[in-house]
């Protein structure tokens, strides 16, 4: 299974935030659409994406105190994105998410962001391919 079968069945709706909105802005967008990662992107809506903001970088700023109303996205963002292709494997995937640490990656074509799965994501493709697989050789094995 590819990425390309993942964002076909979840969508390809990317939720985005401005970098200078304040941390807590993006907690009120991550609880409003029950999502743990946005992408921060310039004005052209995501044509430009400067980095991306998770859970991970709020708990963070939160445990050195930051203040949520007055720290900006763009302060506790990760430039550094780690993207991935929607011709990428399930399996793939899955290495590169274990080995960065990572929870989110932003699915790009041609350098435009088509798409984001998240790990979520990745163990219910597994799981349903695995639970398919199953039901074949059970039925395979008593007829
Ligand atoms: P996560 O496990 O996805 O909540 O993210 C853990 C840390 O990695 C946070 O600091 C994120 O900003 C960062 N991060 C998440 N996804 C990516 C990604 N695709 N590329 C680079 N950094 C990421």
Known sequence: ???????????????SIGPSAALAEVVQVLVRH???SLMVCGEDDCKRMLGIITERDILRACAARRHLETTEAG???????VTGSPSDSVEDTMGVMTENRI???PVLENDELVGLVSIGDIVKAQHDALTMENHYLKSYLHG
């Open 1 to 15: 299974m590819k990425l390309a079968d993942i964002l076909a069945h979840k969508g390809y709706k990317v939720h």
């Open 103 to 105: 929870r989110h990656l």
């Open 75 to 81: 302060e506790v963002m990760t430039t550094d994105v």
């Open 34 to 36: 029950n999502i743990g």
